[in-house]
Every structure is written in C-alpha cells, then in structure tokens.
C-alpha cells in the first residue's frame, strides 16, 4: 500500500472500520451515485469484497487515516476493474461526508497514483466516476486524469453513465 501522505495514512480495513463504513456507504448523499445508501448486508458484503482484494491482488480499498489523530475519515485505494473487457488499474476513493471539501480524497488518491506508477510499474491509472458525480470528477482532474470515454456500468438493477478518467506515467 502506498506510504503516508502529508496528512493521511493507508492501512487494511477490518471489522473496527466497520461503523465508519456505515457512515460512509449509509449515507444517502453520499451514496447518489450509487443509486442509494448501503443497508448492513451490503457494507459487509463490500469490507468483504476489499478483504477478498487484499488477498488475491495485494490491493484494494484502504481505510484511510488522519495521521495527527489516527481517526478514520475515509478509504481510498487501487484495484482491479473490468472495463469493456479490458482490465484497468482503479483509483477509488470515498470520505466520511464530515471531511468532505479539505482536499484528502485528492491527496490520498495521488499518493495511490503515484505508488501506482513507482512501485508497480503501472503506466495508466484510472478513475470510474458516474456522470453526475462532479465531486468525484474533480478529484480525478486533480489528480491529473483526463476523461478519456463514457460507459455504462450496470449496477444494483440500474445502468448508470460514468466517465473513464485516466493519466499516465511521466515515466
């Protein structure tokens, strides 16, 4: 996982993030672009889905921490995605709504980019963002990705319009 940024630090989600999880993905703002907030069965199933990622790829979704006080404000990491049938390195990120709009999900998201390119060897990473999600769309341009396509993903009985964003290695 990447190093600590300024002002973040990455670690494996476990059980103990569990109710920040709910505070994240049980938020209905929050989870817009998602069709809707998360009930219990659904936080589980995804900590379980990034446990599986830890595993099989060495990636996934990261709790993210405040490194001053070591408080969970979000996750934020890469993994594997099927894109139209190519596989694509992801930058994900979501925040607790209370740490919204101070900068993290684009400093904790570069941090994954660049790890991505220096200790990967990963030439293009990209972000998946649902078109009407301009929060998310602007982290993606911070992080100096560029929307190269829309697609529709399917997902929870919807489709749902996104931007493929990506940036690719200065090396």
Same mark, same amino acid.
């Given at each position: 996982?990447?190093?600590?940024?300024?002002? +973040?630090?990455?670690?494996?989600?476990?059980?103990?993030?569990?109710?920040?999880?709910?505070?994240? %993905?049980?938020?209905? %703002?929050?989870?817009?672009?998602?069709?809707?907030? @998360?009930?219990?069965?659904? !936080?589980?199933?995804? /900590?379980?889905?990034?446990?599986?990622?830890?595993?099989?790829?060495?990636?996934?979704?990261?709790?993210?921490?405040?490194?001053? $006080?070591?408080?969970?404000?979000?996750? +934020?990491?890469?993994?594997?995605?099927? !894109?139209?049938?190519?596989?694509? %390195?992801?930058?994900?990120?979501? /925040?607790?709504?209370? @740490?919204?709009?101070?900068?993290?999900?684009?400093?904790?998201?570069?941090? +994954?980019? $660049? @790890?991505?390119?220096?200790?990967?060897?990963?030439?293009?990473?990209?972000?998946?963002?649902?078109?009407?999600?301009?929060?998310?769309?602007?982290?993606?341009?911070? +992080?100096?990705?560029?929307?190269?396509?829309?697609?529709?993903?399917?997902?929870?009985?919807?489709?749902?319009?996104?931007? /493929? @964003?990506?940036?690719?290695?200065?090396?």
């Amino acid at each position: 996982m990447p190093p600590p940024s300024a002002r +973040c630090a990455f670690r494996e989600l476990d059980d103990a993030d569990l109710p920040a999880l709910r505070s994240m %993905l049980g938020n209905p %703002l929050a989870m817009a672009a998602y069709e809707g907030p @998360f009930d219990e069965a659904e !936080v589980r199933a995804w /900590l379980s889905r990034q446990r599986d990622r830890y595993s099989t790829d060495g990636l996934g979704l990261w709790a993210l921490e405040r490194r001053d $006080d070591r408080a969970v404000i979000g996750q +934020c990491g890469l993994m594997w995605q099927d !894109v139209e049938g190519e596989r694509v %390195l992801e930058v994900g990120y979501h /925040l607790v709504s209370a @740490f919204w709009h101070r900068g993290y999900a684009a400093e904790a998201a570069g941090a +994954c980019r $660049d @790890f991505a390119f220096s200790h990967l060897g990963i030439a293009r990473v990209h972000a998946i963002v649902r078109d009407t999600n301009l929060a998310s769309m602007n982290v993606a341009i911070r +992080c100096g990705m560029t929307a190269r396509r829309r697609l529709v993903k399917h997902y929870r009985g919807v489709d749902m319009p996104h931007y /493929l @964003f990506a940036v690719d290695s200065p090396g």
